[in-house]
């Protein structure tokens, strides 16, 4: 047997180690540099409340503009950045989560993180970073976990966001101050079809009709 093929099993562990490792870490959070910067800025001048629902995530968060209108009596802050992926999240929460004090965070991101090649195993592993990160600091606050949507121009990886929400879903069902808050589904038709008019015209987005359907679901999870 030639001795030099040996450590090629290692070898390929090792590899594989590596990849898996770097397919948890945040994707590029210097990206969202400037974003943050506005969000602390802002926070200075007008510090946020404590004991609120912060909500955090990619452009599904940013984009929800009806947030106050949406959840009447609910003390909201909207802390929802780009095309930012749930690594970014765990990322920055030091600075736009946990300074909040907040009694429930509402956290919507994945979905850019599996189309641009993250496994589901590699977003449950960021959701947990991101709720063990949380609770180090506020062992009480609630963490609610909105599903992936299956938005249509994304077809492509309708199964891998189906089983990264079946992934969070349980992971969540083994700590009491976590829920898994299935928004996507009622996005759906009776069929499990898409219903593109809930959507912008990007088909990713979501139009007000999507929203209303997420406050619906949403809002018996944010009562005191």
């Known amino acids: ?18 990849l898996l490792v770097a397919n948890i870490l945040p994707a590029a959070p210097e990206k969202w540099a400037a974003d943050i910067d506005s969000f602390t800025a802002s926070d200075a001048s007008q510090p946020p409340a404590s004991g609120a ?13 009806t947030l106050v209108e949406d959840f009447p009596g609910v003390t909201t ?34 979905e850019n993180d599996l189309w641009d090649g993250k496994s589901p195993g590699a977003i449950l592993a960021d959701f947990r970073a991101f709720r063990a990160k949380v609770h180090a600091a506020l062992p009480q606050t609630k963490f609610l976990y909105l599903a992936i949507k299956e938005s249509p121009s994304r077809a492509r990886i309708r199964e891998l966001v189906r089983s990264a929400n079946r992934l969070i879903a349980a992971d969540c069902a083994t700590d009491p101050r976590c829920r898994f808050v299935d928004v996507a589904t009622p996005l759906l038709d009776a069929t499990g079809g898409y219903r593109p008019e809930l959507f912008r015209e990007d088909q990713l987005h979501l139009r007000p009709a ?3 359907i997420w406050a619906k679901v949403l809002a018996p999870h944010l009562k005191p």
């Open 210 to 212: 999507g929203y209303a």
């Open 77 to 110: 802050i909207n802390r929802g950045f780009g095309g930012s992926e749930l690594a970014d999240s765990v990322f920055y929460a030091d600075r736009i989560v946990i300074p909040y004090r907040p009694r429930i965070v509402v956290a919507y991101a994945g």
């Open 1 to 18: 047997m030639n001795l030099l093929l040996r450590p090629l099993p290692r070898l390929r562990a090792a590899l594989l180690a590596s």
């Open 53 to 65: 629902v912060v909500f955090v995530g990619s452009y599904s968060i940013r984009l929800w503009a």
